[in-house]
């Protein structure tokens, strides 16, 4: 397993099991749900933010269905929106669309034609997506029709470790703990979920995993991914 992003001050490096880097200075996250970004890779965004790469973020669904009772229907969108900017993403890098939660397999093909047309706005030189591996419904509809929508960038599948029976770990970024309490902020935003008492939004899970992760590379903190496609 090699350790990814050891460059230091200059732009993070995609690097394959065979030691090939590849340069990404524009990102396209793709979230099927408002948080799932966060969750996944929020520790390494803070990083790539830091090191001055052009950071894009997509949520398919708002979950309205997954709020406490008696919220505004748009609460999660709001607070997504909080989190993005708390973690350094403008909002003019954000795309919000209202599929509604776990039927985005019935919007499939929408969700191809809004990945397409994000792929000739943002142009990135690589996507971060739900791992393959991921079971949520919603998750695995991102994950097949991201890979299929963008077949000529790096991409990278990030992991929800409640979706997961197995992940396989092909890539580690290595972060600070600066980045894990940027990730950890952004988490806050979230307090509808908060309220709900999920428990991988807790401060525990969250650091737990990083050393987890790190411990992995012989690093205090790392964010682990799973290597779909490497463009070098």
Known sequence: MQLVSEVSLERPRAVSPNG???????????????DDAELGCGATVARFLEMGVDVNIAAFSTAEASLPPNSNP????????RATKTLGIPESKTFVYNYPVRQLGYHRQEVLE???RLRREVKPQGVFLPAGTDLHQDHQVVHLEGVRAFKDVTVW????????????????VRIQLSHLERKWEALQCYQSQLELGRSY????????????RGTQVQEEYAEAFEVIRIKC
Do not use: C, K
């Open 201 to 212: 939004f807790s401060w525990e899970f969250v650091a737990g995993l990083a050393r987890l």
């Open 114 to 116: 809004e990945l397409i």
């Open 74 to 81: 748009d609460r999660l969108g709001q607070e997504f929106l």
């Open 20 to 34: 090939m880097a590849a340069m990404v200075e524009r990102l396209l996250i793709l979230a099927p749900h408002t």
């Open 157 to 172: 599948g990030y992991e929800l470790p409640w979706n997961h029976v197995t992940f396989s770990a092909q890539a580690f």
